[in-house]
């Protein structure tokens, strides 16, 4: 069962493009820190403004919008063990 989304549901390349989009970001939605909650909530908020970014390779070495799926698998796992307890 997956109960939160950290570092390792990431290839590296994802996750520090995921950490520069972040950092680029720093003063509009939320610090880099942010990535470092394993919260579903977390995420959630992530997964939004996401969907708002610019598509850059820098930040999205896989897609944007293959970001935004991956993520969104993710919660549907954590959705679906919290449904479980």
């Given amino acids: 069962m997956r109960y939160g989304i950290s570092e390792r549901d990431f290839t590296p390349d994802g996750w520090a493009g995921l950490r520069r989009w972040c950092e ?3 003063d509009g ?4 820190d942010r990535l470092d909650v394993s919260a579903p909530e977390n995420w ?6 996401l969907r708002q970014a ?4 820098e930040w999205f070495p896989h897609g944007k ?6 993520i969104g698998n993710l919660l549907d ?3 679906k063990g919290v449904a479980a307890k």
């Fill in 54 to 57: 610019t598509d850059r390779p």
């Fill in 29 to 32: 939605p939320f610090p880099a």
């Fill in 65 to 70: 919008w293959a970001t935004i799926q991956h």
């Fill in 24 to 26: 680029a970001a720093d």
């Fill in 77 to 79: 796992e954590c959705a």
């Fill in 44 to 49: 959630a908020w992530i997964f939004f403004e």
